[in-house]
């Protein structure tokens, strides 16, 4: 009889170096995602993405202690190449408060999905005799990175409602693909395909826990007397088509941003409602729902008290969407 095979597929040093190229992957992802979270009007994406930042930072803690027991510095992390870098620079550069779309995409249907591939094949061969922590590792970082890219899906699916979105979700992810491609992956030499579907399958209820439910009405009582005033003078306003009126209520460096952001919309506005609210020390950000016959915009307000009372200190449309496929909420 033949005796077990104890050597692996990979030696120690290549293995400590794998995981060094594992950890910068996680490491710059969870920073990618943590600075998203206030960069993200969309609150479902913006709670995604303080959900996964955790276990995110758990896999690279993980990997970083495993260094050591393959006689290597503890919690070194270490690019393949220069193109896995400028890969991940590309991924992080979607910052603009209109670049959710990208931002999920690239997290969730490129990074994510080649990390579950590239570790489900490592799983398959390292050995079970002698390296069960980094299987162990490993399985716990597919079953979770799995999971993240599944609700990702979903997230992104009610995110990028119209065409115009689909098309830019689709656009970014040749594009990211294409560079992990030129980076050999995050370990310098993926074998293709660097997504593998069937490494991507995820039980629907576990992904449930992912995901959360927003509220679908806002309760527009919390907002104070004297600012919820202001603000439905902003709505009848707006709904009358009386941009002098709306400008009234802006302080003297405001009103022509204001202008600019309501003639971005590029409809009359036929209804409106207060969404959300947010207190930044003295200010109010409250975000209004805008909606005309063909799309409906949402308006990020900052109000700021003054002897006059409440005024618009600054404006910014957030989100165009078509009105056939706008949330209720």
Sequence with gaps: MSSPRLAGHFSVDHSARRIRHYRYAEERMLRALGGWIALTPELPAKLLFGRHVWDCAQHADLWGKRLPELRAPAQRSEPANDRVVAFMDVLESMEGPQQTVERVAGVYRVLKPHLVTVYARHLAVANPVYEPPTRRILERCIEEERRHAAAGAVALSRLARDAGSRER???????????????????????????????????????????????????????????????????????????????????????????????????????????????????????????????????????????????????ELVRVEPVAVAPAR
């Design 169 to 315: 979700a689709d656009a970014w992810e040749r594009q990211l693909l294409a560079r992990l491609a030129e980076a050999g992956g995050i370990t310098g030499d993926a074998a293709s395909p660097l997504i593998d579907p069937a490494a991507l399958a995820a039980a629907p209820r576990a992904v449930e826990q992912d995901l959360v439910d927003v509220p679908p009405d806002f309760e527009p009582s919390v907002l104070e007397p004297a600012l919820a005033a202001a603000v439905d003078a902003y709505r009848a306003a707006v709904e009358a088509g009386d941009e002098a009126r709306a400008a009234a209520l802006a302080e003297p460096s405001a009103g022509a941003g204001l202008k600019a952001e309501h003639d971005r919309l590029g409809d009359r506005v036929r209804a409106s409602r207060v969404v959300a609210l947010a207190s930044i020390g003295h200010h109010r950000l409250v975000k209004v729902r805008l909606e005309g016959a063909r799309v409906a915009g949402y308006m990020h307000l900052r109000w700021t008290p003054c002897d006059a009372g409440w005024r618009i200190a600054a404006a």
